[in-house]
């Protein structure tokens, strides 16, 4: 009965609805018909503009009748608004192309005009359909333009929707940091103004940054921060869209059956509000699901549902996306034909709107059709022209599928020069990268931590409480017991909120005891959350210092059975070569070449030796002495190097130093190789200093230069076996120096900044 009763208050609304919608038609007619002059171009352009979405072929027909009466009696800002409707209608014929046309010749009559409310909206509208082009760096200048403008006016509602704009472009351009700041930037002016609506959306796309970075615990927070807000403001839209934000999170971490609640609470919503879109693209998600459990009948199903309704409601980003997720699951079952069919509905779809990543992604899949059923040709041919766009638009993970793909091709062909260079290009680009999922973890953690400091003036908030605890079961024991803590502050801040309640009927004293009891409780919780962030990010460190080791001791011994087998024959040639030319008499020419024989096995040799210094186990032994006395006789063995380069070299401890179980001759070439690099890296002289402080339990050494610098690119591999900028370098330098602190069961890492300067941080812990 109720489900009647509600379904038959939607209908009335929708009735309602499009009879408002009918009648202001209508009456925009009727004044287009009593009206001359100005008052009849102003009413056509109305009348233009309510046709947009309704009619876009009637919205051109008023547009054109608009601007030829304004031309007529020299009415200028009839014509701009008529040339932005005319525009307005292209774009929602998805005719991009004519639509900027037309949006940049209003502009520019506009900015002649002069007024500046009609010129923010030319901007807008320029900046909206550029990013439909994936024209993102146009988009940016347009939105910024507009934000100006904006500002200048003192239009704040405009301003948090502009910084919106731009926030989604750099999302787009995958600039994460410049995204974030200007997200957050449009969540504090809507804050202040009291916008809930805009507060709540600004909130979400904050949310879908942290997931791209894989910070699924931040991207959580931020979707439910959103989900209240639009649970406060009855904004059922919102509801389900943060629905289905938090389903996403659940299918990237393998929660599968979660996510599905989530998809199937988001699309009830959704069928309620009879959104067409909102239903087509939750089908689409669910189906995703499916096809991950390799259920490609249910999967199917889905994707059909979400195709025909995203044709329905004339979606061509959508139909583009569910024809070539059907297209997939038809490959998955080996029916190829269908697949074929989708496939080419799903790459036409995306020609007609320009997505060149669709574009590639689904020729690629047509290619691998054609691969699975040996037609190799054809396959060649989709994979070539999939890969000239991938490497337009830098995709990086299709490359390499496609290299890997096209290498296979010319294996089973039997024409292995080929798929050998095939080969090589998709090792270069894979080991490049790491894994993608590897990298996209690194950048993720990295970006976070970097857009959290850059931001951290601007947070005035922390939140202590999350209505949905279940992501926090996928963390350690002791982000466990970070949850516990935050519900049992939960239930204390409920209890002292009836408690506040009741006493404030009381009389105002009780008010001003509770208010002071809840900010002394809040105080606490702030600074547990500080500490288990800084225990998370502590953890974090550990993983990647672990990383490291397995990958140094891979290479270790990979280098220790080469330089095995190469040495004997090296020492042969080098013998050799010394018998000939200490017992013959030969040419010149012939003795010159005896010398370089000589001179070239000396430095491989040279080289051998680094390896097995690298790869063998090293003889540590721990005796009770002095790091002090290590750093000294390291400043001894540079000071004429240093003098020559016109480096001043100093050494500074903090009180007393004590002394502990080290391998002095290790722990001197450790700190001799940091030594070297410095001062490699001021070749025009320079300052090295060596600080020394004792802390609780460890000895800290910061070794600092004020030199060149390592690019940000470079820092993350310093460690790395073989890595050297230096053209006479063999790369080992650090990676033995790591090891060697590791021996000592202590740590070291790199801070850096190009034409500032390099500082080496090594903790020692005091063993004795």
Known sequence: ???????????????????????????????????????????????????????????????????????????????????????????????????????????????????????????????????????????????????????????????????????????NLSDYNKALEYFRRAEHVYEEIGNKYGQATTLDNIGLIFRVLTNYDKAIEYHLRAHKIH???????????????????????????????????????????????????????????????????????????????????????????ASNNIGV???????????????????????????????????????????????????????????????????????????ENISDIFSIKKDYKTSLHYYKLYSSIKDSTFTKERMEIISGMQTTYEVELLLEDQEKEIVLLQKDNEIYKLRSDKQNLALLLLVFGLFILIVIGFIFFYRYTLNKKAKIKLEKEVEERTHDLKKTNIKLTKEIQERKQLQNQLMRSERLAGVGELAAGIAHEIRNPLGNISSSAQICLSKFEHPKEVQQFLEIIQEDSDKANYIIKGLLDFANPRDVKFKKGSILKVLKNVIKRIDARCQEKNIVVSLNSNGKILDSLIDAKWLEQAFLNLAVNAINAMPDGGQLKFDVEQKMNYIQVICADNGQGISKKNLSKIFDPFFTTREDGVGLGLSLTHQIFEDHKGSIRIESKEKIGTEAIVEIPIQT
């Not at 038959?8 to 919608?21: E, G, K």
């Not at 171009?41 to 979405?53: G, I, R, T, Y």
């Not at 998809?263 to 998600?285: C, P, V």
């Open 1 to 171: 009965m109720k489900i009647k009763i509600f379904s038959l208050l939607l209908m009335m609304v929708i009735f309602v609805s499009l009879i408002a919608q009918t009648a202001e038609i209508d009456s925009l007619k009727a004044k287009v018909e009593k009206t001359t002059g100005r008052e009849k171009v102003d009413a056509m352009n109305q009348l233009s503009k309510a046709f947009w979405q309704i009619d876009p072929e009637k919205s051109k027909e008023n547009g054109n009748k608009a601007l030829r009466l304004s031309r007529k009696i020299k009415y200028k800002k009839g014509e701009a608004e008529a040339i932005n409707n005319v525009g307005g209608a292209y774009y929602y014929l998805n005719d991009y192309v004519t639509a900027v046309e037309h949006f940049i010749r209003s502009l520019k009559l506009r900015k002649k005009i002069g007024d500046k409310k009609d010129i923010i909206i030319a901007l807008n509208n320029l900046g909206i359909v550029q990013e439909s082009l994936n024209n993102y760096e146009q988009a940016l200048n347009y939105f910024i333009e507009s934000l100006k403008i904006e500002e200048e006016v003192g239009n704040k509602i405009g301003t948090a929707g502009t910084l919106n704009y731009i926030g989604i472009v750099y999302q």
């Open 231 to 321: 649970e406060e403001t009855e904004d059922k839209n919102g509801i389900a869209r943060s629905l289905g934000n938090i389903g996403m999170i659940y299918d990237d971490i393998g929660e599968r059956g979660k996510a599905l609640d989530y998809y199937h609470r988001s699309l009830k919503i959704e069928e309620e509000l009879d959104n067409q879109f909102g239903i087509a693209g939750k089908l689409n998600n669910i189906g995703i699901i499916y096809d991950d459990l390799k259920q490609y009948d249910i999967a199917l199903k889905y994707y059909i549902n979400s195709h025909d309704l995203y044709k329905e409601i004339s979606n061509p980003n959508g139909v583009a996306d």
């Open 329 to 403: 699951a038809y490959k998955n079952q080996k029916k190829y034909s269908q697949a074929l069919q989708y496939l080419h509905e799903s790459l036409a779809s995306y020609k007609m709107i320009g997505r060149k990543k669709g574009i590639a992604a689904t020729l690629n899949n047509i290619a691998t059709v054609y691969k699975d059923t040996k037609q190799f040709s054809q396959a060649l041919d989709y994979f070539r022209r999939a890969l000239i766009i991938a490497e337009e638009i830098k995709v990086r993970d299709l490359q390499i599928e496609i290299y």
